[in-house]
Every structure is written in structure tokens, then in C-alpha cells.
């Protein structure tokens, strides 16, 4: 290997070596200018490190010339304070081995705080607490202060059960180890844990932060469109679910409709959202966004895609699907009163509906009034067969005691 970090062997890939992040994004915020980035080398992730009155590494990686390098431009091994663990896979892991093993400075000077997340493996939380440094175990929701910044930890299990993104609010960043790569997704890996459906789990929570820039475990980092990498691993792990190849170009709203059948709700709205972008007045993807959101509990959302529908279903006389869910929707939002209206209209169409004489006097029941509630047959029938059922269990549970 040369001086700046390349393999100097003919015909191997030159190795770029420490790169200084904010020449190779070209972005202004302070954070960058503190941060090193080492591109992956086969068997070995990327590797950060973050400037501040000490280091702090994200992933050390599996590249033993990693730290050789690092400590060549004028760093010294005592400086490393902070060491984070995306997750416990080897090639993000192992150097934390090689750093307690080949810089004996790092121990004699105190050692440094290894954190990762509760659920990683207990041989290296073991092995790095017999070393003597300390190990701070997370589970998502803390605060880590980076180089002077405040990170927040979102715990992204899938791709194993011990991930973890951080995130920097003011620079829209996040690290994501192997649950967000560029131009790929990682696979879920069983024998660490790892399942599709927690992988949206914690896909779905990146979606919910404004980010910009994502620092991968491979490949390079994304600046500015760090949204459009993560939305992109969140479709190809619906398509993973519902059995699709990426290659297919499966119609939104037949995914939707797919998700929505496997009880993936807040995925199939999303299919359903991206489906209106395309077709704004699509009835079907309108009619199962309704009833997704309702479903998850999203009560407000599900009017708002009810009006929206109740505006392109005018002309369609017996249509029950519209009152009975604003009444439902009403319902779950505590406008009782209100919700009754949407059931009798439903009644006005078809008085024997079981589902609008049961909400109905469901909601009556709610909002006080008992008497009334009770006089709807179907309704006194479900709430006392519910009634019911519950004094069994509470004498099966006194019996047991």
C-alpha cells in the first residue's frame, strides 16, 4: 500500500484511502469538515471518523491498514474515545478487536466507550468489558453526543436485530450502516435476527426524519437526496414482501392492495399515496387509503381521503362505504354525536347493515346515551356477547390465581 492508502499490487483496485467528507460531498455544514470517511475495501465496511476534542469512529470496519493510515496523518490511538457499532456484523465489528489489540496506548490512557445496541452480540460486549473500556448499550431514542453534535439513535432492526441509525437533526444526516445503502439493499440475515417486516419497521422510522445526506456501511456517501435512497429501500422491501421482483414495475395500487392484505397498513397507504401522485381521483387507491388509515387509527387522514372520495362518488346512489367510514372515523376521533348522522345515512340506504346498527349504537353507547343503544337488537346482542366473554376470562383468571 502507497503512502495516500492505495494498493500498489498491478491490476487491484486502487484504494483512495481517508478522504475528508466535506471535499467529497462539497457541503458547507460545520459537521462535515469534522468527519473522515474510508471507502470499504472487500471484506471490510466504510469506516467514520469524527473530529472533535477526541475521536469517535462509527464502525471501525474489518481493514487492518485502517488504522495504520489513520494514525499516520497525525492522530495517536489515545485519541479515540468513542467507538459506535451500527450493528455486530464482522465486517463493521472487527476493528474494534484490532484497534485494543494493536494500539496497547488506547488501554493505558483509559480505554474508550464501545456503544451499540442492547441486542448485539454478547461475546464482543463480553470481550470488549474484559478489556477493560467500557460499553454503553442502547435501544433507540437516546441521545449521543458525536464530535460536539448531538446524534439521536433510531434502532432500525431487519438487516439484523441490533441496528441502528444515528441522526443529526440540523444537517439532515443520518448513518445507517446496512439498513440504508445506495444503489442496493442489504438482505435480512436470520441468524442475526434479522426479518423483512422489522426491516420496514426501521425503514419506516428514517422516513419519518427530514433527512438530506445518508453516510452508508458501503458505498459511497449520498448528499441531497438521501430521501430518495431510503423511500427507495422501503419499496424494494414491499416488493420483497409481497413476493414482486424490483424488475416487475408492479402498479402502486396493486401493491397496495397486496400489502393491505397481509396486514402491512402503513405500507399500503403509501402505495396508495403514490398511486394518487399518478391518478389523483383513482377510487380504488382513494377507497383503500380511507380504509387503511381508519384501520391504523389515523382518523383525521381518513376523513380528509373520505371527502376527497365523497366529491368523485356523487352520482353513485347505495354507496354505504363513505358514511360508514366518516361515522367511523368520527367515531375513534370522540365526535360521538356526530358520527350517528353518517350511520343513519347509512340506514336511510339499507336499514338492515349489521355494521352501521352495531356503530351506531356503539357510538350512542359512547356518548351516553345507554337506553337508546340498547334498543338497536344487533348492538345489544354483539356488546352483551362481549360482555360476557369478558366475565369468562375474568373467572377463568380468579380460578387460576
Known amino acids: 500500500m502507497t503512502e495516500n492508502g492505495e494498493l500498489s499490487h498491478e491490476g487491484e ?130 441521545t449521543l453526543e458525536i464530535g460536539g453534535f448531538d446524534w439521536e439513535v433510531i434502532h432500525t432492526p431487519g438487516h439484523t436485530i441490533d441496528g441502528i441509525c444515528l441522526y443529526h437533526p440540523p444537517s439532515k444526516t443520518v448513518f445507517t450502516g446496512d439498513t440504508v445503502l445506495p444503489h442496493a439493499m442489504a438482505e435480512p440475515d436470520e441468524n442475526a435476527g434479522g426479518r423483512l ?49 424490483a424488475k416487475a414495475k408492479t402498479p402502486w395500487i396493486e401493491g397496495a392492495t397486496a400489502l393491505a392484505q397481509r396486514g402491512f397498513l402503513q405500507e399500503a397507504v403509501f402505495c396508495c399515496e403514490k398511486e394518487l ?44 362505504f363513505v358514511p360508514l367510514g366518516k361515522g367511523y372515523a368520527l367515531m375513534g376521533l370522540g365526535r360521538y354525536r356526530e358520527s350517528v348522522k353518517f350511520f343513519d345515512e347509512a340506514l336511510r340506504e339499507n336499514s338492515g347493515v349489521k355494521e352501521a346498527l352495531v356503530y351506531k349504537g356503539m357510538a350512542l353507547y359512547l356518548a351516553g346515551d345507554y337506553d337508546e343503544a340498547m334498543e338497536i337488537d344487533h348492538f345489544r346482542t354483539e356488546f352483551m356477547g362481549k360482555f360476557k366473554e369478558e366475565l369468562r376470562k375474568k373467572d377463568k383468571g380468579a380460578g387460576s390465581a
Open 277 to 320: 401522485v399518478c391518478n389523483p381521483e383513482n377510487l380504488k387507491a382513494l377507497q383503500l387509503k380511507a380504509l387503511s388509515l381508519n384501520d391504523l387509527g389515523r382518523f383525521q387522514e381518513a376523513l380528509e381521503s373520505l371527502d376527497r372520495l365523497e366529491e368523485l362518488r356523487l352520482q353513485i346512489k347505495g354507496d354505504l
Open 13 to 142: 483496485t486502487k484504494h483512495p484511502g481517508w478522504l475528508p467528507l466535506s471535499g467529497l460531498l462539497d457541503a458547507a455544514d460545520p459537521f462535515f469538515e469534522k468527519v473522515l470517511f474510508l471507502p470499504g475495501y472487500e471484506l471490510s465496511s466504510n469506516v467514520y471518523v469524527v473530529e472533535g476534542t477526541y475521536l469517535s469512529i462509527v464502525d471501525p470496519g474489518n481493514d487492518y491498514t485502517a488504522f495504520i493510515d489513520l494514525f499516520g496523518r497525525g492522530y495517536k490511538p489515545s485519541d479515540v474515545k468513542k467507538v459506535v457499532l451500527t450493528h455486530g456484523h464482522r465486517d463493521h465489528a472487527m476493528g474494534v478487536f484490532d484497534l485494543l489489540r494493536s494500539y496497547p496506548a488506547i488501554l493505558e490512557n483509559g480505554g474508550f466507550e464501545l456503544i451499540l445496541h442492547e441486542a448485539s452480540p454478547a461475546e464482543l460486549k463480553d470481550m470488549v468489558r474484559k478489556s477493560g473500556c467500557r460499553v454503553t448499550e442502547v435501544r433507540g431514542g437516546e
Open 197 to 245: 417486516d422489522h426491516y420496514l419497521f426501521g425503514v419506516r422510522a428514517l422516513l419519518g426524519k427530514d433527512i438530506q445526506n445518508v453516510l452508508p456501511g458501503h458505498g459511497l456517501p449520498v448528499v441531497s437526496s438521501g430521501r430518495k435512497v431510503i423511500e427507495e429501500t422501503y419499496e424494494g422491501l414491499m416488493l420483497k414482501i409481497i413476493g414482486v421482483e
